[in-house]
């Protein structure tokens, strides 16, 4: 299975803020999409990522206010991105490597769509039940 094929059945939506944007209102956005992170991009560039954990741990930690920081002073810069021609195997070895949850979907230097571990389980647990169903078909024969 291919990260096109996943973006296929979840949908290609992209949340973003610009870098200039206050934590405070980022999270509002994440909040009011039920999301975990959201990406952010100025123009048509991904500047960074910024996470529940980047809050976590770079505001509420270090006492800081989410009102008056900008995104751009928390946000993870070094983003990790894939390709719509990716594998799902490549995905969960660069999530689990790498310690992170989401990752941008870029094609032609533009973001298509991000992807979750949650979105991996999934399509793992949909693999999964479509081989036993294909087993029990076989063995019932």
């Not at 021609?85 to 870029?106: F, T």
Request: proline content about 1%.
């Amino acid at each position: 299975m291919t990260v096109n094929q996943i973006l296929s059945t979840k949908g290609k939506e992209v949340y973003s803020v610009l870098s200039s944007t206050t934590v405070y209102e980022a999270l509002k956005v994440m909040g009011d999409k039920n999301i975990g992170a959201i990406l952010v991009i100025d123009g048509t560039e991904l500047k960074g990522i910024l996470s529940e954990r980047d809050y976590a741990r770079k505001i509420v930690l270090k006492d800081k206010s989410s009102k008056e920081t900008f995104v751009h002073e928390i946000m993870e810069s070094n983003v990790i991105t894939i390709s719509l021609s990716d594998s799902l195997d490549s995905c969960m070895e660069l999530m689990s490597s790498k310690r992170i949850r989401h990752l941008p979907v870029v094609d032609n230097g533009i973001v298509v769509g991000i992807i979750s571990i949650s979105d991996v389980v999934k399509s793992i647990i949909e693999i999964q039940k479509d081989t036993i169903n294909h087993l029990n078909s076989y063995i019932s024969q």
